[in-house]
C-alpha cells in the first residue's frame, strides 16, 4: 500500500500567504515563515510555496521568499510561480528549493520539461496543470494558464501524458471549478490525470472536510494531498488528518 502524503501549499503575494477562491478574493492567511514551521512541527511530508502573482505581474519567483521559507524546515519545498527558464529553475533550487512548479512555461515551451529533466533530474521537476471543464475536450477538461486566466484549447489529460513522456516527475492537477470552494477537490479530474499517468499526482484545490482527504486518495487516486485554507485557518491540523487517514485505513507517516 502506497504511503500517502500531506502538503500544505503556501500561496504567496506581497510577501504574505493568501488564499481565494477560484484563484481570485484573495484574504491574507499569515506570515510565510510562521505557517512552514507550525506545518513540518504538525508532521507535513512536504510544502508547496506558488507565487501566484508572478506569471500575471511578468516576474521571477522572489528567491528571498525561498530562502526565509526553506532554512526553516528540513522537509522537501516545490515552489512554482514565473519560473521559465533552465536559469530560473537553477536559481530557485539554489535558493533552497528541492522541486520547481512550472505551469505556464512549460505549456508554452513544451522541450523546457525535457531540458530540465535532463539536467536536474525528473524528481525535481512537477508539472501543474491548472484546468476548468470544458465539453469540447475528449476529457472534458480544458488546460488554462497565468494564474487560471486564460484557457489554451488544449485537452488538460492529454497535456499531462505528453508531460509525462517529455520527463516530469510529478503531476500537480488543479481544478479551477474546485479551487479555495473547500467542497472537496474535483475527484473527476484528479482521477482522469492518475489514470492517465505513472507518476505521482497531487491532489489540489477544494478541500474542507476530512472525508474529503480520503476521497482524494481513494477515489482521485492521488498520492499526495495538497490543502491551503483548511490548514492556514487552523480548522485542521496535519496531525488530524493523518489520524484520520490512518483509522480509515490508509498508510501514512505519523
Known amino acids: 500500500m502506497k504511503t500517502v502524503k500531506i502538503m500544505?501549499?503556501?500561496?504567496?503575494?506581497?510577501?504574505?500567504?493568501?488564499?481565494?477562491i477560484h484563484f481570485v478574493?484573495?484574504?491574507?492567511?499569515?506570515?510565510?515563515?510562521?505557517?512552514?514551521?507550525?506545518?513540518q512541527k504538525e508532521g507535513a511530508d512536504e510544502l508547496?510555496?506558488?507565487?501566484?502573482?508572478?506569471?500575471?505581474?511578468?516576474?521571477?519567483?522572489?528567491?528571498?521568499?525561498?530562502?526565509?521559507?526553506?532554512?526553516?524546515i528540513d522537509i522537501p519545498l516545490t515552489v512554482g510561480g514565473g519560473i521559465g527558464s533552465l536559469d530560473d529553475i537553477e536559481s530557485v533550487l539554489d535558493a533552497?528549493?528541492?522541486?520547481?512548479?512550472?505551469?505556464?512555461?512549460?505549456?508554452?515551451?513544451?522541450?523546457?520539461?525535457?531540458?530540465?529533466?535532463?539536467?536536474?533530474g525528473s524528481e525535481s521537476i512537477t508539472i501543474a496543470i491548472d484546468a476548468r471543464r470544458n465539453k469540447q475536450m475528449q476529457s472534458g477538461f480544458e488546460l488554462v494558464v497565468s494564474g487560471g486566466t486564460k484557457p489554451v484549447g488544449?485537452?488538460?489529460?492529454?497535456?499531462?501524458?505528453?508531460?509525462?513522456?517529455?520527463?516530469?516527475?510529478?503531476?500537480?492537477?488543479?481544478?479551477?471549478?474546485?479551487?479555495?470552494?473547500?467542497?472537496?477537490?474535483?475527484?473527476?479530474?484528479t482521477r482522469a490525470i492518475s489514470d492517465a499517468v505513472d507518476l505521482p499526482v497531487v491532489a489540489s484545490g477544494g478541500a474542507g472536510t476530512l472525508e474529503h482527504f480520503y476521497e482524494?486518495?481513494?477515489?482521485?487516486?492521488?498520492?499526495?494531498?495538497?490543502?491551503?485554507?483548511?490548514?492556514?485557518y487552523r480548522i485542521f491540523s496535519i496531525r488530524q488528518v493523518k489520524e484520520y487517514l490512518r483509522d480509515k485505513g490508509l498508510k501514512v507517516n505519523l
Not at 510555496?49 to 525561498?66: F, G, H, V
Not at 497535456?159 to 477537490?185: F, H, N, V
Open 48 to 72: 508547496a510555496m506558488l507565487d501566484i502573482a508572478a506569471t500575471l505581474e511578468n516576474r521571477k519567483t522572489r528567491l528571498a521568499w525561498i530562502r526565509s521559507v526553506s532554512s526553516v
Open 154 to 189: 488544449k485537452d488538460a489529460v492529454e497535456w499531462a501524458k505528453e508531460c509525462q513522456r517529455l520527463g516530469a516527475g510529478t503531476i500537480l492537477p488543479t481544478s479551477m471549478d474546485a479551487d479555495g470552494t473547500k467542497a472537496g477537490y474535483d475527484l473527476e479530474f
Open 216 to 232: 482524494a486518495v481513494v477515489k482521485g487516486g492521488a498520492d499526495v494531498v495538497l490543502a491551503a485554507s483548511v490548514f492556514h
Open 96 to 120: 533552497g528549493a528541492n522541486k520547481i512548479s512550472v505551469n505556464s512555461a512549460a505549456v508554452k515551451n513544451p522541450q523546457l520539461i525535457k531540458q530540465a529533466a535532463e539536467k536536474f
Open 8 to 20: 500544505p501549499c503556501l500561496d504567496m503575494k506581497d510577501g504574505r500567504v493568501v488564499k481565494g
Open 25 to 39: 478574493d484573495l484574504k491574507d492567511a499569515g506570515d510565510p515563515v510562521e505557517n512552514a514551521k507550525l506545518y
